[in-house]
């Protein structure tokens, strides 16, 4: 039986895939990731972080009691609502250095308005 090229370079290739370590794939496609806790005591945990200009960085939100929320125009953060047991993680690439204040966009609680999370951008 004669196989077509096409076949034979596709088996070259998913041979070549399932047989690279699990590690090499996660490289791959792996970016930082900062985790951010959001608290039943309307607080972030951290409450203050350092992103890097034009570099890939994955913000991970976690809340453990009660329902936030954060948005940045700026950092290019949609509007994301972080609820317990549901984490949600949104992707950030920042283009301009400077400091930033994201307050919680959700009123969560007495300590709503002191609810804030600092993102510095620096090179």
Excluded: W
Aim: one cysteine or more.
């Amino acid at each position: 039986m004669r196989l077509s090229p096409i076949l034979v370079a596709a088996s070259i290739i998913t041979a070549t895939l399932v047989s690279a370590p699990a590690s090499a794939k996660l490289q791959a496609s792996a970016l930082p990731v900062i985790t951010i806790t959001a608290t039943a005591e309307q607080k972030f945990s951290p409450n203050h972080i350092v992103l890097h200009l034009k570099k890939k960085q994955t913000l991970h939100f976690v809340s453990l009691g009660g329902v936030h929320g954060v948005e940045s125009k700026d950092l290019g953060i949609p509007a994301t609502m972080i609820q317990p047991d549901k984490p949600v993680s949104v992707s950030v690439m920042p283009t301009k250095l400077g400091s930033y204040t994201l307050p919680c966009t959700i009123v969560c609680g007495a300590g709503h308005a002191e609810m804030a999370l600092q993102i510095d951008v620096k090179k």
